[in-house]
């Protein structure tokens, strides 16, 4: 039986583990902060094990430095028959000083998928339904990073199979 939880909240600091050249968290330490956040949510929702299936629109707007307190937020934003779509935001802070210092870091909309672990197939979710205007203007967010997500991908195997033929 699924919790239905709708939002979920990561907090923890910028290791000295997660730097990159430049001396700032690296990008695919940002990127797994996300993966894993998403995750999370979506199991809280299905109540099922749940794979990551695409990521869109990511933009890194601010770097987050080593030691900084990292959030990273999760709000679901739309769910089809057995997807869940997350925007997640993470921001970033000197620990000391107040949450009105949070800088946002990265922004995403990442798409799980509820398995049938028996069967390894997709499985049916329950439904979010929009409650006002917000979550209207997120929601139709949400489709349009899929519709463009989905585009790419059939460009891409469009290519892949051209490239082959190459070969
Ligand atoms: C996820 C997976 C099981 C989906 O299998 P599939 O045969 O492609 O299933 P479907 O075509 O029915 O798609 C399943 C859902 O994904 C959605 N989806 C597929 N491509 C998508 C994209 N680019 N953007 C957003 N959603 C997408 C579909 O719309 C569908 O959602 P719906 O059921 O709500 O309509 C399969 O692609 C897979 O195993 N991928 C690898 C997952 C993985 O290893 N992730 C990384 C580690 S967790």
Not at 19 to 32: A, C, D, F, L, T
Not at 100 to 105: E, G, H, I, T, W
Not at 129 to 143: F, I, M, N
Not at 146 to 154: F, H, Q, R, T, V
Request: aromatic fraction near 6%; hydrophobic fraction near 40%; charged fraction near 20%.
């Amino acid at each position: 039986m699924s919790g239905q939880q709708r939002e979920l909240t990561l907090r923890f600091l910028a290791e000295p583990a997660d730097v990159n050249y430049g001396g700032k968290v690296h990008g695919g330490v940002v990127m797994k902060w996300i993966d894993q956040a998403g995750y999370a949510a979506a199991v809280a929702w299905s109540g099922h094990y749940s794979v990551t299936v695409a990521v869109g629109g990511i933009r890194f707007v601010a770097p987050i430095r080593i030691s900084d307190l990292v959030t990273v937020a999760v709000k679901l934003v739309h769910t089809g028959t057995s997807s869940m779509h997350f925007l997640v935001e993470v921001s970033a802070r000197d620990p000391m000083q107040g949450p009105d210092q949070n800088r946002l870091c990265t922004h995403s909309v990442i798409v799980f998928v509820a398995l049938d672990q028996a069967e390894g197939r997709p499985m049916a979710v329950p439904t979010w339904t929009p409650l006002d205007d917000e979550d209207r203007s997120l929601h139709e967010y949400a489709q349009q990073v899929m519709a463009l997500s989905k585009g790419i991908e059939d460009t891409v195997t469009g290519l892949r199979i051209k490239a082959d033929t190459q070969t």
